[in-house]
């Protein structure tokens, strides 16, 4: 049974930030709404013992994410430790795709289930003034690997962004037909650079209608309030609105946990951080972190109320 927050919102995911650190550059990128710092890590020992907890408290459902998952040397053996806990069912991961080709294999095997890879243009000039990288080609690779690898979905999240790759939604659909993916389409959430986010926020109404149009069903999803539109050529488009939305509040059943370690209830907020690594390490027992773990839920606030 979920553990419920104040708001009899239940807590069944939580998402983990494995590192701050990134071989990317994206100009827009939120890092999970972490504060910026390369410091400590958990080892992988800590994270399932974290994960322990969370799985004892009704969570089954864990995401890898960062900065980049696939930074760290460790991290099939992260996903294999998370994978034989009990009562843990589903592991997914969000990855910039750039080692995918050496790794979709491994996690695969070690007990990811499916995976998210960021692709936001299939333009390599778009990509590298989006990314400040040449890795396009590598990371459409990744993509390739890891539908061969079988993990099931692969989904592409696209981040919508005025002026650069507005009009590509009809290609990406394509690209997600022809390789069996499905396509993620998300709204650009505002980071640090306020600037930047007025420049390039897109509103998705319109690309929605267009959906809408060319949907054979359209499902909502009840985390988040996302929208499902699987289109009569059969594929799978999602799309991800969380500003300013009640709904992605209301519906929001995840809890994170940062790179160093802390329970943060709300991707929007660094104020009511819970360390649960420093108990940790200094000795704290599975009760002592159970209660760490509760006392992050009870601070769940819906933020766009
Ligand atoms: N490095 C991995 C990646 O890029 O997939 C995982 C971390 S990244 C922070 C997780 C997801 O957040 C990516 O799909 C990325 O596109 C998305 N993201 C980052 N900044 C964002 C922003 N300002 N608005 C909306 N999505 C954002
Ligand atoms: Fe941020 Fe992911 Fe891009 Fe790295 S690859 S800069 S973590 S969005």
Do not use: W
Not at 221 to 248: A, C, D, T
Request: proline share 3%; charged share 30%.
């Amino acid at each position: 049974m979920a553990l419920k927050d104040s708001f009899g919102r239940p807590v069944e995911n939580l998402r983990i930030s494995v590192t701050q650190r990134c071989n990317f550059r994206c100009f827009y990128c939120h890092r999970e709404g972490e504060d910026y710092n390369l410091g400590v890590e958990m080892l992988p020992e800590e994270i399932e013992r974290i994960v322990r907890v969370a799985a004892s408290l009704g969570i089954y459902g864990v995401k890898l994410t960062g900065g980049e998952p696939l930074m760290r040397g460790d991290i099939v053996e992260i996903v294999r430790r998370i994978s034989s806990i009990a009562g843990i069912k589903d592991i997914s991961m969000t990855t910039n795709g750039l080692y995918l080709t050496e790794y979709a294999r491994q996690l695969r095997e070690a007990g990811l289930k499916r995976v998210n890879v960021s692709l936001d243009t299939l333009s390599p000039e778009k990509f590298r003034f989006i990314t400040g990288t040449n890795f396009h080609r590598d990371v459409i690779n990744g993509i390739i690997e890891a539908v061969r690898a079988g993990l099931n979905p692969v989904k592409v999240n696209m981040v919508l962004l005025k002026g650069i790759n507005e009009d590509e939604v009809d290609s990406m659909i394509g690209f997600a037909e022809d390789n069996g993916l499905v396509l993620q389409i998300i709204e650009l959430e505002s980071s640090y650079e306020d600037d930047l986010y007025i420049q390039h926020h897109a509103n998705l109404e319109e690309i929605e209608k267009k959906l809408e149009g060319r949907a054979a069903q359209v499902i909502v999803r009840r985390m988040q309030h996302r929208k499902r539109y699987i289109l009569r050529s059969g594929v799978e488009v999602e799309v991800v609105k969380p500003m300013h939305n009640n709904e992605f509040c209301l519906h929001c059943n995840r809890i994170r946990l940062t790179s160093d370690g802390k329970l943060k209830p709300c991707l929007f907020r660094n104020d009511n951080l819970v360390d649960i690594l420093r108990p940790l390490r200094e000795g704290a027992d599975e009760k002592q972190l159970r209660e760490l773990f509760i006392k992050a839920v009870e601070m769940r606030r819906p933020f766009f109320l």
